[in-house]
């Protein structure tokens, strides 16, 4: 069974740091690219960040570019997004995905991050 499974959101400041990980399992993690994507309350969910599966070519947002940085570690079969220089905008569920075929399928419960003074 497919499962992944999002940690490390949190309450943060405006200009604070914080972490996301995703930990895949029921599949061949490296196998596969990875997606970050988030969903701000009343607004439809957006993507963030994707991987391809070896680590090499990396995609951001316009609106995240410079500030986050998604990797993986296909040892630990997990994916990362550091996320600095926060912004209220930021505010929103982190989810991650596994990507088929060119569609973002299977998806995590997401996690909470809130930035806020």
């Known amino acids: 069974q497919v499962q992944l499974v999002e940690s490390g959101g949190d309450l943060v400041q405006p200009g604070g740091s914080l972490r996301l990980s995703c930990v895949g399992s029921?599949?061949?993690?490296?196998?596969?690219?990875m997606s970050w994507y988030r969903q701000a309350p009343g607004k439809e969910r957006e993507l963030v960040a994707r991987i391809n599966s070896g680590g090499i070519t990396t995609n951001y947002a316009d609106s995240v570019k410079d500030r986050f940085t998604i990797s993986r570690n296909n040892a630990k079969n997990t994916m990362y997004l550091q996320m600095n220089s926060l912004k209220p905008d930021d505010t929103g569920v982190y989810y991650c995905?596994?990507?088929?075929?060119?569609?973002?399928?299977?998806w995590g419960q997401g996690t909470q991050v809130t930035v806020s003074s």
């Open positions: 029921g599949f061949t993690f490296r196998n596969y690219s």
């Open positions: 995905a596994r990507r088929i075929s060119g569609t973002d399928r299977d």
